[in-house]
């Protein structure tokens, strides 16, 4: 058996230290503190020990994890993976992980699709560049195809943004011979994640196109 021997409220009075024989052992919310019914000079068995340390290891953790979601918006992998760095157990993962979802804090399709608007705003990314990303951060191969088929819903839709893409690098290409042109237009498509036929369509149909010159 263990006696809790202090509780040490912190300054901003959102944690409170628990020691146990003297020794530190873990944190607690106060209102955690309340809901165990945990006071000075009380004696516990091993088994509530476990419970206690297990409970300050979920709060401690879930905040972290709502900390880094405060942010940006992150998939459910990316939370496991910053949670698994940190050392923190499966069991209290799993539990964290699910807690949050519960509360609409974690969502991977808002997530995916946040995600996926933005790097097409911002960097003209096309679908094979997206799912790649996507999937890299553990999105599903559902989902990863629910987003681009809303984001780019036919193709005149794709070609369209592919030249947006083109229309933002029209200086790079300028000075260069017709076929250098279209050879790094093409390749800067593809880095970009549009496929063949698109690239082919984008770059041919731009009017007055310096890549045609």
Known sequence: MSTITR???SKSGNSVRIYIDDKYAFSLSPNEVVRQKIDKDQVISPSKLKQLKHSGDYEKNYLKALNLISYR???AQEIKQYLHR???????ISQIISTLKKQNYLN??????????TKVK????GPYRLQSELSAKGI????ISQTINTLFANQDTLISQARL???KKTKAFYSLPAFESKRKASQYLYRLGYDLDTINRAISSIDENP???
Do not use: E, G, Q
């Not at 911002?122 to 990314?125: E, F, G, V």
């Open 86 to 92: 940190n050392s923190v157990s499966p069991i209290v």
């Open 73 to 75: 918006p992150r998939s």
């Open 7 to 9: 509780l040490v409220y």
């Open 108 to 117: 991977d399709s808002d997530f995916a699709l946040a995600y996926a608007k």
């Open 211 to 213: 890549l045609k010159r």
């Open 165 to 167: 893409a083109l229309n």
């Open 140 to 143: 599903s191969d559902s989902l």
């Open 122 to 125: 911002l960097k003209n990314y």
